[in-house]
Each structure stands twice: as C-alpha cells, then as structure tokens.
C-alpha cells in the first residue's frame, strides 16, 4: 500500500516536472520567435513584391506577378499568381526559378496572355486557359516578344518584337587564313545610337509589329522600316492596329517627336493621326472605338516638361487636352467602361495618386497609396488596371513593406496580399516621418522623409546620412526602400527629399534647374540638413551624404562646396558635363534639354556646372561607385574624379561593379554590393578623429 501511494506520487511528481518543463520550452520557444532584430544585408533576398496586377474584365479575379530572388543563383525570378478580388483562392498560375510576366486578360475574361521563359529559357509568348488551366506556347522565336494586346474578339494577339538585320560595313578586310588565329574583326559603327544601358553594344535591328492567332504557327511581321515600332492596340473592329512611334526622318536627334500611327492589316499602309512636334504616346481606346485616350506634349526643349491626358476621335481629328486643370505628369490612362471618362495615375508630393477625368476635364481623385516596386530607393512608383464595373487592382506600397496587391471598390481599399510579413516578423525597420522646410536660398517648400533607426531614442545622438535621389527629375516618396533601410539598421538616421528639380511638385518646381543643375538644389539640401539637425538628435561630428546618377552629381558638387561631410559617396555620378554629353548613351537628347547648345558651342556652361570645376575645393574623403557595364554615365566619369582626387591628395578610393549597368539591379548581390560599401565607407569614417 505505502509502496503504491509512493508510485502513485512519484508518477504525479514527474507528469507535474514534464508538463513544466513543457511550458518553459513553449515560452522559450515562442518568445524567442518573437525577438526582432535589425534588417541584414542578406534579407534583400528574401524580399518579394507584386508588379503588373491585372483585373479580370469582370472583376472577380486579378492575375499578377510575383517577384522573389534566389541567394543561390543570384537571381531576380517571377511567377503568376491568381486571386479573387475577395481575397479568396490565392494560387500560382506558374511555378519554378523562372520569369514569367507581362499577363494579359482576353476580353471575355477565359485566357491569359503571357511572355515566360519557363520552358527552355527562350522566352515566349504564352496563352493561359482559365477553364482547363492549361498553358500553350504559340512563339518560339529566337528573340523575345514584347508586351502583347488582344484582339477584341478575342482570335489575335498583336505584340512587338526585335528584328536583327545584317550590319553593313566600308570596311574591306582581308579573310583569314584557314585555321588562322586572328583576332576577331574590327567592329564597323555608324549609327547615332550604337549602345545602350543594360544593353551593351547594341545589335543592329528594331522592334516591329507581328501578329498572331491563337492556333500559333509563324507570326506575320508588319513593320519593315528602320524605326522602333512601340507596342500596338487594335481598333475595336480589328482591322487595324494603332501606336506610339518616332518614324520621322530625323529620329535620332529629336528623340522626343513620336506620334500616333494607325497600321491598317488590310494593305499594311501606316497613317499618323497626330503631328505637333512632342512626343505622343500611350494610346488607348475608347469602349466604343469611336475615340482615342493618349498621353505627351508640345515639345519646347525644356529640362522637365508635364506630360498631359489628351482625347482625339479615332482618325486623329478633334484633339482636346483633358488635364488643363493639372500641373503633374500623368500616365497610364484606362477608359471608364461606360466612356464618359478616363482613369489615369500621376505623382503628387510623394504619393502616386489614381485619378478620373470626365470629358469635359473634371478631375477627381479616386484612391492614393500606389508604389512599392522599386526595392533599392525610395522612388514611389506603383501601376493599376480597372475592370469593367469599375473595381481597381493595384501595387499598394507603403515605407513598411514592398509592393503588395490592394483592390479599391465602392470606395474601399481591401490590401490582399502580405508577401514580407515572414520577413519583417523578425526584422525590425525604421520610422519614416515626413517633414517640410524652407529653402535658404528663395524660401522653396521642400518636403523630405527623417528615416530613424529602430528602438530611435530621441535623447542620444546618431550619425547622420543625406541620400540624394537621381533623374534629377524623379521623385522620392514614403516608400519601403532597402538602402535607406540598412543604412537604419546600421544606426544612421537618413534623410531623403525632393529638392528642386524633383517631379509632382508641376512644372515650374521641376524646371527651376533648366540650364541651372546643379546649383541651387544645393541649398534645398543643405537647408534640409539643417532642419534635421536642430531636433537635436544628430551628432553633427557624424555627417555622411551619397546619391547616385542625378544624387552622384549633386554629392560630388556639395563635397567641392563645404567640408562639413565626414565622408561621401558618389555613386554613378557626372562629373564632367563635356565628356558626359558626347559618352552617354543619350547622344542626341543631353545637350539639347539639359544645355543650351553643344559642350564645344557653350563650354563655359558644361564646366561651370560640372562638379569637376570644384575638385580643387574637396578635402572630405569620398568614394565612386559605379557599374563597369554602365553607358548612362560611363565609369570613365568616376575615373575622372579618381584621378583628380588622387592628384589633389584627397582621401579616395573606386568601387566598380562588374558586369552591371546603371541600375546596379542586373543581379541582386549587386544592389547588396552597393549598400555594403557605402556602409563600409562610412563605418570607417565614423568617429574617425
């Protein structure tokens, strides 16, 4: 008996021990998942966003892209996915390390058009079929097709796609010997435009017109000419195609002039149904094919010109700006099902804004919050689709999170996906606060965003970096940013802005650096650092700027005029306006928009505006970055100022990324790269005596 009371306690002893131990294994277990730390370098590979999101015509589903990365192959990769617009049956269309993108809804909502290169890495034309859910490739050509259009019955698919031609050459070389080890032959180059930014040397050829039915076979090419056809749309009757193109003779030096052509399939003849001199593009029917939704402006060689929403009936007469009303830059113009307006987004302030616009020019604005697909900075760009009853699928970004997809109907926003919660349950982020100040040097508003670090005590001092962005016309926005983001996690409080030159603030604020950049943007920033520090919390021993292309320049030109910076970077700068100009890839645009005449007609204006007028000034130690395969503003630029900073005996050192372009986003441990060394240059420089 004593001996079963003995067991019996000795049982109860052990199931009480094991069902504690149980519990402090849970608690340790679950609180230590919830411990959050700072973002790492490495997690920009778990980043995904949506792009592309296409609504059904009738509202009920979205097709979108999915965007991931794979740390193994370093590689940006995408995928289709499906929804509901309640939210419900969230599924893949497609599946692998792959890129597929760029869907398309047929009228009647029953396929899907898609480019993918899921199949054996050549990327083709697809059709999705909703019903059966099977996938038929209809191209299998050697270069990829552009983006497609349907046919409005549903039978044809219209798209564009790159045309090699045989290059010709003055050059009469002897052949080789059989079995002779030669060098490869001299390459031949005569055209204005030979090379390209994330293009390289650019092969000879150009994008035209095909078309296609759904049975497949070969596709019948349109265009023969030696111009780049934009991306076609076909009249409601399908005996035609309409698009954007430069087919003017002198093309290649007034690269803005495009107009809108009708291609007529009954006898291949092109008719342009604009021609003021501007560029005119985006051209969107309306439900009823009676009229023409497009976008552009009457071209006068300014730095930043608004872009307008213009209607014309559909043989190109009766022309009306519809946006008479607003001073922004519009884009992306969808018509309203029952034709009385157009939809259509632009930027403002920051935000990226869905708006409507009635024919007789009444504007009002529908939603805001589009953005989330520029992982790297801040640049607040986001893209929608409407369906046609009216319902908006759109990227939602945000300065919490990449783009997501977001459904706006009857007045309400309903955000569908959460793509980075997994992520950012463990990773803790920075504060983005909005603030506004005066410029010293006229009083400008300027608006910027204080980015703090996590666990942000407001009683301690930080290290303080400015991020400049690039275009110069561009704009920055309250958007989830990586760079910014580590330069958080690393203890750094940033400021970003829009100085003058930046877009969404109309034209006069855009334009105020025509023939003038840089110079007075200079004092939108310095004003701005100012403002920042007189919260109190930033160790004014511990100042760091950087910027790339646009804020490349710009953070060469501050370093030349204050030594207040601890240490810079200049990423992917200009630095010498004259070799800039005459090295690009933009020969004929830069030193007719930017300038006013060519270096060797106005020298004295390319050099007083080039940072390297300024290099006997520099005393802060300064960094270059640039892609070694970047032809919008070459490395020989940063190689300029090496070697002057080298001369001048200023603390300096050159980082170049092999293999990438101008976008540093050719493969994600570039974009990696990047950051790491800014925030090793600066680490190194910090509390540096």
């Known amino acids: 008996m004593i001996i079963f009371i003995n067991l019996t306690n000795a049982l109860t002893l052990m199931k009480t021990t094991y069902r504690h131990l149980l519990l402090i294994l849970l608690v340790f277990h679950f609180g230590y998942s919830q411990v959050q730390t700072n973002l790492q370098l490495t997690d920009l590979f778990d980043l995904e966003y949506i792009s592309d999101p296409q609504i059904s015509p009738d509202g009920n589903r979205i097709v979108y892209v999915r965007n991931f990365k794979d740390i193994m192959a370093d590689r940006d990769y995408s995928n289709l996915w499906i929804i509901n617009t309640d939210g419900s049956q969230n599924r893949p269309i497609t599946q692998g390390n792959q890129r597929d993108y760029a869907p398309r809804w047929s009228s009647d909502g029953k396929r899907i058009a898609f480019l993918s290169n899921g199949q054996d890495e050549k990327t083709k034309l697809f059709v999705y079929y909703y019903d059966t859910q099977t996938t038929i490739a209809l191209t299998n050509s050697s270069n990829p097709p552009g983006a497609v259009s349907w046919s409005a019955d549903g039978t044809q698919l219209a798209f564009t796609q790159f045309v090699p031609t045989s290059k010709k050459s003055l050059l009469n070389i002897p ?85 809108i052509y009708q291609l007529r399939l009954s006898d291949g003849s092109v008719k342009a149904l604009t021609n003021r001199f501007g560029p005119d593009s985006d051209p969107v ?71 409507h616009v009635a024919l007789t020019g009444k504007i009002r604005t529908i939603t805001d919050g589009l953005g989330g697909l520029d992982l790297g900075r801040p640049y607040n760009s986001g893209t929608y689709t409407v369906s046609n009853n009216n319902r908006f699928a759109y990227t939602l970004g945000g300065s919490e999170h990449p783009a997501d997809l977001a459904v706006w109907a009857e007045g309400k926003t309903n955000r569908l996906t959460r793509l980075n919660d997994d992520l950012f349950s463990y990773r803790k982020l920075g504060k983005v606060e909005e603030v506004w100040w005066k410029s010293s040097f006229d009083g400008k508003d300027i608006q910027g965003w204080i980015v703090t670090p996590p666990d942000f005590n407001p009683n301690k001092k930080y290290p303080f970096i400015l991020e400049i962005h690039g275009g110069p016309f ?57 403002a920042v520090i007189s919260k109190g919390y930033i160790d004014s021993n511990n100042l760091f700027v950087t910027g790339g292309s646009g804020g490349g320049v710009l953070t060469a030109w501050i370093v030349g005029k204050t030594d207040r910076f601890k240490a810079a970077v200049v990423a992917k700068p200009v630095i010498n306006w004259y070799s800039f100009v005459l090295h690009s890839d933009g020969i004929g645009f830069f030193s007719k928009y930017w300038f006013p005449g060519k270096p060797w007609e106005t020298p004295e204006n390319y050099l007083k505006r080039s940072p390297i007028s300024l290099v006997g000034n520099v005393k802060t130690p300064t960094m270059l970055l640039t892609g070694e395969q970047d032809f919008r503003t070459p490395i020989s630029e940063s190689e300029q100022y090496y070697a002057a900073l080298k001369l001048q005996g200023v603390e300096t050192a050159m980082v170049r990324i092999p293999n990438a372009s101008h976008g540093l986003v050719n493969r994600p441990s570039m974009l990696m790269s990047k950051t790491a060394s800014i925030l090793s240059w600066f680490d190194y420089y910090k509390n540096r005596k």
């Open 175 to 259: 052949a080789k010997p059989e079995g002779a080890q030669w060098n490869a032959p001299p390459v031949y180059i005569d055209e204005v435009n030979y090379r390209g930014d994330g293009q390289g040397y650019l092969k000879p050829g150009h994008q035209q017109i095909f078309t296609i039915g759904l049975d497949g076979g070969t596709a019948r090419q349109w265009t023969f000419t030696e111009n780049d056809y934009g991306n076609p749309v076909w009249t409601k009757d399908g005996n035609s195609l309409v698009f954007s193109a430069n087919l003017h003779e002198n093309h290649d030096f007034e690269t803005l002039n495009s107009e």
């Open 285 to 355: 029917f309306s439900p009823d094919g009676q009229h023409i939704a497009f976008t552009g402006f009457d071209d006068s060689f300014q730095g930043y010109q608004v872009t307008n929403l213009y209607v014309m009936n559909a043989d190109g007469s009766g022309v009306k700006k519809l946006t008479v009303s607003l001073d922004r830059d519009v884009s992306n113009p969808l018509w309203e099902t029952n034709g009385k307006g157009i939809y259509f987004q632009y930027d403002e302030k920051g935000s990226n804004k869905i708006s």
């Open 474 to 530: 561009a704009m920055y926005g309250p958007a989830f940013a990586y760079e910014i983001q580590e330069y958080a996690a690393a203890s750094y409080v940033v400021l970003y802005s829009n100085p003058r030159g930046s877009t969404g603030y109309g034209q006069e604020f855009g334009n105020s650096i025509h023939h003038d950049y840089p110079n007075h943007d200079y004092d939108d920033l310095m004003s701005g650092v100012d």
